[in-house]
């Protein structure tokens, strides 16, 4: 599987979602590396609490640093132009993650609109949490 320009992330998440190992999250970005056709994406996990202004956006955050993780994308399942992703991390390490896509790019669409789906220890859904482009990015199969 072949990601082209994947860029994604959460808003600011008042309510944190608790990943593996006791990390409670507060914003995800999601992107590609690695080159044209990479078939990686680097999660940057935000933990810092910050203030909201009225209008829902995040203002001072506390100060550490964004937590980073490396993963191999892998296709499990395509139907009605919606794919799901597993994310697969260095080392079977890292939280239980699947990233659904919809729709596929193509000559007129270039949007993505996703879902990042949070897995629990035994293999529970525990979360979904919804995910939006920040650039054009397209995922190939």
């Known amino acids: 599987m ?8 959460t808003g600011y998440l008042v309510e ?25 994406v680097r999660l940057s996990l935000e933990a810092n609490v910050c203030t909201i202004d009225s209008f829902g956006e995040a203002k001072a955050c506390a100060r550490g640093a964004p937590i980073h ?11 009605d132009e919606k794919q799901l992703l597993a994310l697969k991390f260095d080392g ?7 990233l659904a896509l919809l729709p596929l790019c193509g000559v007129v669409q270039q949007a993505i ?6 897995f ?3 293999g529970e859904l525990k979360a979904i949490v919804p995910m939006q482009g920040s650039s054009a990015g397209c995922v190939v199969a």
């Open 69 to 79: 993780l490396d993963a191999d994308v892998e296709l499990l399942e395509e139907c």
């Open 16 to 40: 944190p979602i608790a990943l593996q190992k006791g990390l409670a999250i507060h914003q995800i970005q999601i992107a590609t590396i690695g080159g044209e056709g990479s078939s990686r």
């Open 113 to 118: 609109v996703a879902r990042l789906l949070v």
């Open 2 to 9: 072949k990601i082209k320009n994947l860029r994604l992330e």
């Open 120 to 122: 629990g220890e035994s």
């Open 92 to 98: 079977g390490s890292g939280p239980a993650l699947r």
